[in-house]
């Protein structure tokens, strides 16, 4: 069964950096995306990033262009996305979320627990 587990949450003053995890495995074979979102309190949820697995193409909100990066390590059985978050600000705090899907642009089937990001200072 997929399973997909996050880390790299933490409190970080405004201004600083965290970098994601989010390790998938059981995931199926002709899978092709992984993404992160963030849910905020009293928030919708919203998309953040998305890596595609077959050409690499990347995808970025535009409340995060510039500041963070995802990128993605394979291996046989497991797929690694990381989400490199620089210059926090307050309004990224949320519960960071990452999702599997067939494509950035369609429905997620997968999603992991959760890891929470709280910029304060």
């Known amino acids: 069964q997929v399973q997909l587990v996050e880390s790299g949450g933490a409190l970080v003053q405004p201004g600083g950096s965290l970098r994601l995890s989010c390790v998938a495995s059981g995931f199926p074979w002709d899978y092709n995306a992984i993404g992160w979102f963030r849910q905020a309190p009293g928030k919708e949820r919203e998309d953040v990033s998305c890596?595609?697995?077959?050409?690499?193409?990347?995808?970025?909100a535009d409340s995060v262009k510039g500041r963070f990066t995802i990128s993605r390590d394979s291996a046989k059985d497991k797929d690694t996305v990381y989400l490199q978050m620089n210059s926090l600000k307050p309004e990224d705090a949320a519960v960071y979320y990452c999702?599997?899907?067939?494509?950035?642009?369609?429905?997620?089937?997968?999603w992991g627990q959760g890891t929470q990001v709280t910029v304060s200072s």
């Open positions: 890596i595609s697995k077959s050409d690499g193409s990347t995808y970025y």
């Open positions: 999702a599997l899907s067939y494509g950035c642009s369609v429905p997620y089937d997968w």
